[in-house]
């Protein structure tokens, strides 16, 4: 095993990861400039092939998918405070078969969700499913199963939060909708500290509008190979 300091990693046309064009097998480490790991990622033959692990600034989990030849088997989101937000399952391919949410103080949320792809959308652009107005989240997953963002419904009609995730499974942004409407607006930095944050009246005025840079110093990729 080799441990090596540097950002040496590419991807070929076929969004496999190489280094020095060869496909990697091994795992990429992120650091911050504090020394304190925020992304762990192992790969097999240039895809990933194991656990992923991503932590909050303050250190604690933050997520963890497992992956099998590049596709999503299993994958888990915390909330801040360290409790269970969701868990996912999935087959061979990465495609979604359960989901299960819960609240921060622990409580399960009984939420019905849907592959954006098995929903069909009426002249209205609102969401339908073989029964009807869809209510419940639709989520926008990659081709192997890696959920990047999700939004809740009621009768079809956008109502609820509508969230987007990086690919380390940190929160990218977050818009609460009221029936169409804006209420709240928050964006982050791939760091985790916030970016924006914009809030609404009823009519969908906006009440006031904030903005923040990125003061956190660059990350530090260490790679660790099986050679």
Known sequence: MKELLGNELEYDDEH?????????????????SQGALRLAVTYRDGVEHGPEYSSFEAGHIQAETVYRHGNVLTSRRWHSNGRLAYETRHDET???????????????QV???????????DDNQEFLDRHGPFTGFVLEVTRNGRVI????????????PE????????LASETVINFYRRVEVREWHPSGR??????????GNCL???RWKDTS??????LITLS
């Open 149 to 160: 963002a999700e939004s809740a419904h009621e009768l079809g009609a956008p109502d609820g």
């Open 111 to 121: 939420a019905q969700w849907a592959h954006i792809d098995d929903l069909d959308m």
């Open 163 to 170: 969230r987007s995730f990086f690919l380390d499974g940190g």
């Open 94 to 108: 990465g495609h979604l078969v359960d989901e299960q949410r819960w609240n921060e103080d622990g409580s399960r």
């Open 16 to 32: 496999r990861v190489t280094r020095h064009g060869e496909l990697f097998t091994g795992t990429a480490l992120l650091f911050t």
């Open 208 to 210: 006031s509008r904030h």
């Open 217 to 222: 110093k660059p990350m530090i990729v260490r």
């Open 194 to 203: 916030l970016a924006r944050e914009e809030h609404y009246d009823g009519q």
